[in-house]
């Protein structure tokens, strides 16, 4: 495999390894959405919303307006606005799990409905490359290398992070199977005392009724 091809490859995986999700989805008055994320610890993530306007060149009435509130799975707060028509987030992520990035629509009589953009990126994507290189004065040349570099290190995250969850479901398979085997004895012990305690009871019946 050549040079050029190995690193085509490494940038593939990269691209593989992050995520960037831009969606478009609809909020009606009084309900909440929420859209969740899997994100490794020490991953930077990135995120920005804003709702759209249904009717250009007009201001977005105060209906429109939303609360938005990014927590992890332990209930830790990452961002939180209210009232709002447009926000974003940064952070880099303290533990490894599911975030969730829920909007809120206040009530409102009659109910309304409206469309909310948002566009959330982890991991190697959460990069803005092109400040980098205007921050750093790189090169075409340098600006690759950086991101092969990023890539690179996010494979070798990745792998190890993997490494982790096969030890954790062999961990898990090991405790299950000597669960049931325990579960297994403890079926055959009771299907033997039930059948003692049957014969027991036919011989003491029939010795009563003196057929033997």
């Known amino acids: 495999m050549t040079q050029s091809s190995l690193l085509s490859l490494l940038l593939i995986l990269g691209i593989l390894l992050s995520t ?9 008055s009084g309900h909440t959405k929420c859209i969740a994320e899997d994100i490794k610890s020490n991953s930077m993530t990135v995120g920005k919303y804003s709702v759209v306007n249904p009717s250009e060149g007009h201001p977005l009435p105060d209906t429109h307006k939303i609360t938005v509130r990014v927590t992890s799975q332990y ?7 209210e009232h709002v028509t447009t926000g974003q987030f940064a952070f880099v992520a303290a533990e490894a799990g599911d975030y969730m990035a829920c909007f ?3 009530d409102h009589n009659p109910q309304i409905t409206f469309s909310v953009d948002f566009d959330w990126k982890t991991g190697v994507a959460a990069k803005d ?7 750093g ?3 075409v040349m340098e600006l690759e290398l950086k991101k092969l570099y990023d890539t690179v290190t996010s494979i070798h995250e990745e792998m190890f992070y993997l490494r982790e969850r096969e030890e954790e479901m062999q961990e898990l398979n090991k405790t299950t199977n000597s669960r049931m085997a325990w579960l297994g004895f403890l079926s055959l012990f009771v299907c033997l005392s039930v059948a003692g305690l049957q014969l027991w009871h036919l011989k003491t019946f029939f010795e009563k009724k003196k057929l033997i």
């Open 137 to 139: 004065s790189v090169d």
């Open 20 to 28: 960037s999700e831009a969606l478009q989805f609809e909020l009606q």
């Open 104 to 106: 809120f629509a206040p």
């Open 129 to 135: 490359w092109s400040n980098v290189a205007k921050k």
């Open 75 to 81: 209930g830790n707060s990452y961002h939180h606005a």
